[in-house]
């Protein structure tokens, strides 16, 4: 730990962040000369200006010949004194110019000995306001002499006079000291009436007090050292307590090589009182044991401790730095993406294209009676968007309605009419391009805007349809559903998604956990396992592909959920970016299970054979982690081919505001994921629909090939990488054991409802139990061991149906109650 540590602060002295605040910061030296040579100042200006009070008259005539070397002058600083002093005393503030060097002096010492600045503006502002207001006092009691109030205290109370007279000036003078009183001073009436009571008391104590000595003062000398003297600190509260009856149980243990004799007294008896002795208490004694010295150590708060150890940790390592343990990762760099638009050429259309299709468009509207007032074309990478006006008095439903027949008469597949456009008042046309345009991942990472993307989890998509780059946040989806028929372009929408965070996120700061059933999208991931994968404990593989596997990890996450909850709410902040903010300001002890959480992205990218294969098993903790994770950083991408209902259920639907629709094959798919259509009118090959809950917006999906991320994640993975993959949470529950001997206690809920099922069909598979129970095969077949070893169901017969060895629901709820 220690070496760690001292590893840390080595590496972050060698390299040390420069943040615009911090370059204006001045250096420990810098600040210990400023400190003293302001202090100086201050003490040069404060002789100053005590001599310029005797020495002004004749002075005066030597300043005007200021800075000629000739002048002379009375005061203790000279002719520049006497200037200087001119300046602020008579020219400025009056005799309360005198301020003015404190604080100028306060400001050195607060330097040379680095004490808080916020105190200092404390001390500057309230400073200035009582100058000001001394030498306006002073300009209304001495309006003769300019020498107490300064030019500034007569010029304002003239102006104050001549607005609100004498008697408002009086008034706004002592407002303003009842101001300085309550504010600065902290006075209120009440505090005020209480510290008189406290005196009048204390005299009052300190009177009796007197009278009982003066009257026992003859007994007291007849016996002489009947209380203990202690030390010089005598005037201690504890050495005030220290009454004979008190430290009679203390044991003295004199160490003899103890040259100054000091005299080590152990507390060993519970006797001495604890609330009035402190925790820990050390007592010396010179030579003469009679004459204890005792000193007191006081008590820190311990909240100021934890603030100031903090405050102390920033100031000596700087704030935690997750990415120190990886500090030479190198980020991947553009060049490993290729550049398509060598191939491309950029976005070209054929302005005869575009011509012809405008042409069409305005044709085909006219034959249903619409006419156009204005259009206007976009040229996209896949699609062109020709926004139209139309004539006033036309309905927009007329125009959505004719869909069809002007993607006839324009002879295109893939037109999609929006009307009308959200927020522009137009009617929108998209005709699909006659040469698309591949959009590279390389200039969707190279944009500005994902490079100057201030977001905790930047995802580049692609372009829209006029040509930006569109960068979404992961964090704010925050979970995001991806659905498109089979070759449209999913695969290579999640290696965008997954590519722009590699570029982004360091491996400290964001966490996969990859599911892939059909074993061969992901893959390549695998080289990255310890830079960026998170898996279960004792599993090889980081990458899911066996869907048995995944309740098991889901659940893990689940458990990491709540843990990551718990650990919020002792940090009492309500998510992940405040947590990890306060974790680098060093307010949070690893020593309390503390630790900086990275972001945890679940991919799965067939999410449709999962639900086949596990059904409810997985459905309630995606679910779950859907509803509840974004505050910790879990963040779900579920893609699946097949957007039926039973796979993309209601509940996996309100969970998941933000969807990617590619080409699907229905309209009835199209409004499953999108809940409208439009998914069908799409091209394919990256052409997308993307939602977060209220506009469509048509994207064309970057295109990262499997060249592309071959090489980064080569690239990733032959640099130096954390000794393992990030560990999950172990999750026991459910091992699909065989044992027979079953207990109990152990059966499964659905156990009763099982049993059921099967006496009741007569037949003993476990097939049966997942359909009707919507099981996983995994529990269905846990569920027919245990009915095995209650004797419901005969041994397994190979590829037959087990016997029921129960013949009725009756006999059934006999031998049920003849268990317990
Ligand atoms: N953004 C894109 N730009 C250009 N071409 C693309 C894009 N996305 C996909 N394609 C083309 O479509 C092909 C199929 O894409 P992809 O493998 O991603 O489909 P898929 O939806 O994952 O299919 P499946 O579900 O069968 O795995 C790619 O090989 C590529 O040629």
Redesign the pocket.
């Known amino acids: 730990m220690a070496k760690k540590q001292a590893t840390t602060k080595k590496k972050v002295t060698k390299k040390p962040k420069t943040s615009l605040k911090e370059r204006f910061t001045l250096s420990r030296q810098q600040k210990v000369v400023l400190g003293s040579f302001l202090f100086f100042l201050g003490i040069a200006l404060f002789f100053a200006f005590i001599s310029f009070f005797f020495n002004w008259k004749i002075d005066q005539s030597e300043i005007s010949l200021f800075p000629k070397r000739t002048a002379s002058a009375k005061n203790w600083l000279s002719v520049s004194g006497a200037a200087v002093s001119d300046f602020f005393i008579f020219k400025g503030f009056g005799i309360s110019a005198l301020i003015l060097p404190v604080l100028i002096s306060i400001t050195g010492i607060y330097l040379f000995f680095d004490l808080s600045r916020k105190k200092l503006a404390g001390f500057w502002f309230w400073g200035v306001l009582v100058m000001i207001w001394i030498s306006v006092v002073f300009g209304f009691i001495t309006k003769e002499n300019g020498l107490f109030a300064g030019v500034v205290g007569y010029e304002i109370n003239d102006f104050l006079q001549d607005y609100i007279g004498f008697i408002g000036t009086v008034l706004v003078l002592a407002f303003l000291a009842i101001v300085y009183i309550v504010i600065r001073l902290k006075y209120t009436p009440e505090k005020i009436s209480d510290s008189f009571k406290k005196t009048r008391k204390e005299i009052n104590k300190d009177f009796k007090t007197t009278q009982s000595v003066n009257g026992s003062k003859k007994s007291q000398s007849t016996t002489p050292k009947e209380e203990i003297v202690v030390g010089q600190t005598a005037d201690l509260p504890v050495t005030k307590v220290s009454s004979k009856t008190k430290m009679q149980d203390v044991t003295t243990d004199v160490s003899k090589n103890d040259s100054k004799g000091t005299v080590n007294q152990h507390y060993g008896n519970p006797k001495i009182q604890s609330d009035e002795i402190p925790e820990k208490l050390i007592i010396k004694s010179d030579s003469n044991p009679d004459d204890i010295a005792m000193e007191v150590e006081t008590v820190v708060e311990e909240e100021e401790e934890v603030k100031n150890l903090s405050d102390k940790l920033v100031k000596d390592f700087g704030e935690f730095d997750p990415t120190l343990e990886l500090g030479n990762y190198k980020f991947p760099s553009i060049d490993l993406l290729k550049d398509y638009s060598v191939q491309n050429g950029g976005i070209t259309i054929d302005q005869g294209e575009l011509e012809e299709n405008k042409n069409r468009i305005v044709e085909t509207l006219k034959n249903y009676k619409i006419e156009i007032a204005q259009i206007k074309a976009t040229v996209g990478p896949t699609v062109t968007l020709y926004e139209i006006v139309p004539e006033a008095g036309i309905r927009i439903s007329k125009i959505k309605n004719l869909e069809d027949d002007i993607a006839l008469s324009l002879a295109a597949l893939g037109i999609r009419i929006i009307a009308p456009i959200p927020g522009k008042g137009t009617i929108g046309i998209e005709v699909p391009n006659k040469k698309s345009t591949?959009?590279s991942m390389r200039s969707a990472i190279a944009s500005s805007k994902f490079q100057n993307a201030e977001m905790e989890l930047p995802i580049s998509l692609?372009k829209t349809i006029s040509n930006e780059t569109f960068v979404a946040d992961l964090a704010k989806m925050p979970h995001l559903l991806m659905a498109?028929a089979?070759?449209?372009?999913?695969?290579?929408?999640l290696n965008a998604i997954l590519t722009s965070l590699l570029y982004k996120k360091h491996p400290a700061e964001v966490k996969f956990v990859l599911v892939d059933p059909?074993k061969v999208?992901l893959t390549l991931f695998n080289k990255i396992e310890r830079h960026y994968l998170a898996k279960l404990p004792d599993t090889d593989e980081a990458i899911i592909t066996d869907n048995s596997k995944v309740i098991n990890t889901l659940n893990s996450l689940c458990i990491e959920m709540d843990s990551r909850y718990d650990m919020l709410k002792l940090a009492m902040v309500r998510n992940i970016k405040e947590y990890n903010a306060k974790f680098k300001a060093r307010k949070l002890n690893p020593e309390n299970g503390h630790k900086f959480l990275p972001y945890i992205v679940l991919v799965v990218d067939e999410f449709a054979d999962l639900i086949m294969t596990a059904g409810k098993e997985v459905e309630t903790p995606i679910a779950r982690l859907a509803q509840l994770a974004r505050a910790i950083g879990i963040h779900l991408i579920i893609a699946t081919?097949r957007p039926s209902v039973n796979v993309i259920t209601g509940m996996i639907k309100a969970n998941f505001p933000a969807r990617i629709a590619?080409r699907v094959t229905s309209k009835i798919d199209s409004r499953t994921i999108l809940d409208t259509g439009g998914a069908d009118q799409l091209i394919g090959?990256?052409d997308m629909l993307y939602t977060q809950g209220n506009d469509l917006i048509r994207i064309?999906?970057?295109?990262v090939d499997t060249p592309e991320v071959e090489r980064i994640t080569d690239y990733i993975g032959s640099q130096k990488a954390y000794p393992d993959a990030h560990l999950l949470p172990e999750y026991s529950g459910e091992e699909s054991g065989t044992s027979l001997d079953i207990n109990k206690s152990d059966r499964d809920k659905l156990f009763n409802d099982a049993a059921e099922v099967i006496v009741t069909a007569q037949q003993g598979s476990a097939s049966l139990l997942q359909r009707k129970l919507k099981l996983g095969y995994n529990r269905a077949g846990r569920l027919i061991d245990q009915l095995e070893a209650a004797g419901i169901v005969g041994p397994f017969e190979g590829s037959k149906a087990r016997q029921v060895l129960v013949t009725d629901l009756i006999a059934l709820k006999q031998l049920l109650d003849a268990e317990l």
Request: glycine share 28%; net charge positive.
């Open positions: 591949i959009v692609g498109g089979t070759g449209q372009g999913k695969s290579v929408g059909k999208e081919q590619f090959r990256g064309q999906c970057a295109f």
